[in-house]
């Protein structure tokens, strides 16, 4: 258990570098990427997709505004 707490200990002291920043940046910007194409391919496909497959389409907004607020 000691060496566990002191491996730990250890990561917490190690300093903070360029290249944990830059890290940091490239996986904040690949994600708000990622979520922009989940959202924005979410509303614009669907619906035709929902229309060529003949099945009625999900409703403009599933999760309700108070959730946001």
Known sequence: ???RISIA???ERLPWTSMHTKLLALLTLG?????YDW???GFVAVPPLASYFHV???PPCT???PYFT
């Open 1 to 3: 258990m000691n060496s």
């Open 9 to 11: 200990s250890r990561l």
């Open 31 to 35: 994600e708000f990427f990622e979520l």
């Open 39 to 41: 959202f924005v391919g």
């Open 56 to 58: 009625p389409s999900p």
């Open 63 to 65: 999760i309700p505004w």
